[in-house]
């Protein structure tokens, strides 16, 4: 897929998500480079139609630098100046949706009424774990979703991966155009070192106050936080001893820690991949940012823990299943099962990568991938 643009209009192309614009994903979009690319982005959201201040209140109390700040976010109050500011919308005009409204999706039966063209995205694949009765409640639930997407009439859908392929076909009734693009989650040009010395990268989840809980006003997950660090840094204390490398972590920025949980251990913050990129060991939990160890064929350990839900566990396990690795309890490690996971199946590596990160032949980076399409269409 190649860049190409002679045009001296800039190609006009909207940003929309329900949710509010945290500074995760629009960062690996690098929505504020798009105008390079011939683009004109506006980004909308309709956070204040569909959350409550207090949870959207809550989901940023964390960390003062999670919203995204980089372009303007345009937020409506109501329906009412959400449709109107669709109707304007002249016909070259696209949008791409990051995220729909819970519930009715009442946001999409405006896009519909006014035909406006639409993008949908599924770039991150649903893991699928190599067993033959979870492949079967899988694919049973793709096609019950695929009944509740009638409404969805994107013109195109964007992917990443063998399986982000596979679920679009059986997601979305095929009268749609299908690109499959490198995953926006993954670094996958070399960046320079941050640390000069040898160290193992822990992937943090900010198990204090996770923000999309936060968000929808749930329970968060992890119930023993006080407890939940005491093991955690049992469990790094232990492997420095093995390795004589020390932990470093790789912090999100989701959440700033005002007080060191690590015992003092160096936080570094919005450079997680990057750190895993130049590491020696990956430790984590389920946090997107341990697929980097994948990429870059890095030793991973992701680590369960009895102050998590069984659902988070559950998902820890089944994602270490996906990978080809063995979870590990933080109060179970030994030296045993830690030489174990100290293996990269390199076959095993290259499996995942084009199964849920990189479709074979997807060269460049995700976003000059994903900017050449508007000038396709």
């Not at 937020?75 to 109707?87: D, G, L, M, P, T």
């Not at 919005?270 to 984590?284: A, C, D, M, P, R």
């Not at 980097?292 to 823990?305: S, T």
Request: proline residues 4%; positive net charge.
């Amino acid at each position: 897929m190649s860049f190409k643009s002679n045009s001296k209009k800039l190609k006009k192309i909207i940003i929309y998500s329900a949710n509010p614009f945290f500074d995760t994903w629009p960062k690996k979009f690098k929505l504020n480079e798009f105008n390079n690319y011939g683009l004109d982005v506006e980004c909308w959201s309709n956070e204040k139609i569909f959350f409550k201040p207090e949870n959207i209140k809550a989901a940023t109390n964390g960390s003062k630098e999670y919203l995204y700040k980089d372009l303007e976010v345009i937020k409506f109050n109501n329906f009412e100046n959400f449709e109107n500011k669709v109707a304007e919308l002249n016909s070259e005009v696209i949008i791409c949706i990051m995220g729909l409204g819970p519930l009715n999706n009442s946001d999409l039966d405006i896009f519909n009424k006014y035909k406006v063209k639409y993008i949908l995205h599924h770039l991150m694949p649903h893991p699928v774990v190599p067993n033959t009765w979870f492949r079967l409640k899988h694919y049973i639930k793709l096609l019950h979703k695929r009944i509740s997407n009638h409404k969805k009439k994107p013109f195109l859908i964007i992917g990443s991966g063998i399986q982000g392929r596979k679920q679009v076909f059986k997601l979305y009734k095929k009268n749609f155009i299908y690109k499959s693009l490198p995953s926006p989650n993954i670094l996958w040009s070399k960046e320079k070192p941050i640390i000069e010395d040898k160290y193992i990268v822990y992937v943090e989840e900010a198990a204090d106050a996770p923000p999309d809980v936060a968000l929808f006003g749930l329970k968060n997950p992890n119930y023993d936080i006080d407890g939940f660090y005491r093991r955690i840094n049992d469990v790094f204390a232990q492997i420095e001893i093995w390795t004589n490398f020390r932990v470093v972590i790789a912090a999100s920025g989701k959440y700033n820690y005002n007080q060191n949980p690590f015992k003092g251990r160096e936080i570094i913050y919005k450079k997680t991949s990057t750190l895993i990129q130049h590491s020696e060991l990956v430790l984590g939990h389920k946090s997107l940012g341990v697929e980097q160890a994948i990429v870059d064929f890095k030793p991973l350990i992701l680590f369960k823990d009895s102050g998590f839900s069984k659902l988070k566990n559950k998902i820890i396990h089944n994602l270490g299943l996906v990978y080809g690795i063995n979870s590990i309890w933080t109060n179970q490690l030994n030296n045993s099962n830690f030489k174990k996971n100290l293996q990269v199946k390199i076959n095993n590596n290259k499996r995942v990568i084009e199964q849920y990160f990189k479709e074979e032949n997807i060269n460049g980076s995700f976003v000059k991938n994903f900017t050449s399409i508007f000038h396709q269409l």
